[in-house]
């Protein structure tokens, strides 16, 4: 039988963050259909019934909150009830719907996800995406659909715009991305439900991601998120940030390090919460076809980049970087299902250090200090953020000390107790030394914590 109510509001899966007191206000907007007399109640299965009006043998509509709904999922039930017998004539219910906490995903082509959609995470009811096209509805791999968004910076001007929608829904073998893992993890650990919501957009500079552009609205990176996060409540608990590849080209590097902390610090501002968590991912590697002389990337400007990305972790508050050195591709650029996801893993962790007061892992390994022996023969590295001990290894590999430009040739082992690096040379060094890890486009890397946190990449710093 067909409803007397329709309801408009809530869709079900969606996530509204909540507030500091642990709940939410939940807006609803209801048609009557038919010309019937009563008083319509609305509730959430957290709360009472709840009088929002009175039907004067009228079709028309309702809105209204259900106020100080608490964290979890939720039902919300709406009935017509008539005066005179308490009689319940319509009846509908909504759901799930939940009260939690909601995460941008922004930046680039490995936050969208282009993995192979092959052994993915299945999906679990409690983490909810928020699609292209202003869609709430359960997280399934992919998550990003450029096509269908409503603004015109991702779904382009194509032709035949439908076509292509549904030719790409019946065909797509790639796009699995770090969001689905990030929101199980997060909610494995917390109990507390997960909204995603999906802003990423390929091969982006962060030119084009500039705050200054917010004004164009839908037609920039940065005002179609900021009309996102309007469309989802206007508040969210952080983001998460994976970007930095397009801008590794010597007319671009130079400006990434102000143009990041602008971008940062702008979007605190819009969201007006100057501490919003930032967990962002550093470039890893990238495999270029052997003999080829490629414009792009540049690997100096690409470790450019890196070093970058680990200096604005100390420079901003609440900023905390995530290694992805150690993942491996499904392409030249992009990383596989399996790094993503673990990458997804990584980035809970520092989201429940940065936003849940619950630092079950630490940053993983940071240089902390370098202490040279008396005749420089040997070099001694201390580490913060190690999660136990680096897990034990015959020899450490992605250590490049130089002098000048010349690389100084080294062996490095790990400490006895397997939490410190030495580097030993075969004679003196000079003072004027530099000390990189992990430069270049696919270093070979094994240094790792125990829980699997590989050394950042890093330097060149003077030692």
């Avoid at 019937?36 to 299965?45: F, K, N, P, T, W």
């Amino acid at each position: 039988m067909k409803s007397k109510i329709l309801v408009e509001e809530p869709i079900p899966y969606r996530v509204f963050q909540r507030d500091s007191d642990n709940r939410a206000s939940i807006p609803f907007s209801l048609s009557i259909l038919e010309a019937i007399q009563g008083r319509l109640e609305v509730r959430s299965s957290a709360t009472s019934w709840k009088t929002v009006g009175i039907i004067e043998r009228q079709i028309g509509q309702f809105s209204g909150f259900i106020e100080s709904v608490p964290i979890g999922q939720h039902n919300l039930s709406a009935r017509i009830v008539s005066e005179q017998a308490d009689e319940v004539l319509a009846e509908i219910l909504i759901g799930p719907i939940f009260v939690g906490d909601l995460w941008l995903l922004a930046g680039q082509s490995n936050m969208e996800g282009c993995g192979k959609l092959i052994d993915v995470d299945e999906p679990q009811p409690g983490v909810s995406c928020f699609y292209f096209g202003d869609r709430w509805d359960l997280a399934v791999e992919p998550l990003s659909w450029q096509l269908e968004s409503d603004d015109p910076v991702h779904r382009g001007n194509t032709g035949n715009r439908e076509q292509q929608i549904q030719e790409i829904r019946r065909n797509r073998v790639l796009g699995s991305g770090l969001g689905l893992a990030f929101g199980k993890h997060l909610l494995r650990e917390t109990g507390i439900p997960v909204g995603l919501i999906m802003v990423a957009q390929g091969a982006t500079s962060m030119a084009q991601w500039d705050p200054a552009l917010a004004h164009l609205g839908g037609g920039s990176l940065y005002g179609s998120m900021l009309r996102v996060v309007q469309a989802v409540g206007g508040r969210v608990k952080g983001c998460l940030w994976y970007q930095g590849e397009s801008d590794t080209t010597s007319d671009e590097a130079p400006f990434y390090y102000d143009r990041f902390g602008n971008f940062v610090q702008s979007l605190r501002r819009d969201l007006n919460d100057s501490s919003l968590p930032f967990i962002y991912a550093q470039l890893g590697p990238v495999m270029i076809t052997l003999g080829t002389v490629p414009a792009w990337p540049e690997e100096s400007q690409w470790n450019r980049i890196q070093h970058e990305q680990l200096r604005m972790e100390s420079e901003l508050e609440n900023m905390y970087l995530v290694p992805t050195i150690d993942a491996k591709l499904d392409d030249f650029i992009h990383l596989s299902t399996d790094s993503l996801r673990e990458i997804g893993k990584r980035m809970a962790w520092a989201a429940l250090a940065s936003a849940y007061d619950r630092p079950v892992a630490q940053t993983g390994p940071r240089l902390s200090r370098t202490v040279w022996n008396d005749d420089r023969t040997e070099l001694l590295l201390d580490f913060s953020g190690i999660n136990g001990a680096f897990r034990p290894v015959e020899r450490l590999f992605g250590f490049l000390l130089v002098s000048g430009s010349i690389p100084l040739p080294l062996e490095a082992h790990l400490s006895e107790d397997n939490r410190r690096i030495v580097l030993r040379l075969e004679t003196p060094v000079p003072a004027d030394c530099s000390l990189c890890h992990g430069s270049g486009l696919n270093p070979v890397i094994n240094a790792r914590d125990e829980l699997g946190f590989p050394l950042v990449v890093f330097g060149p710093i003077a030692v």
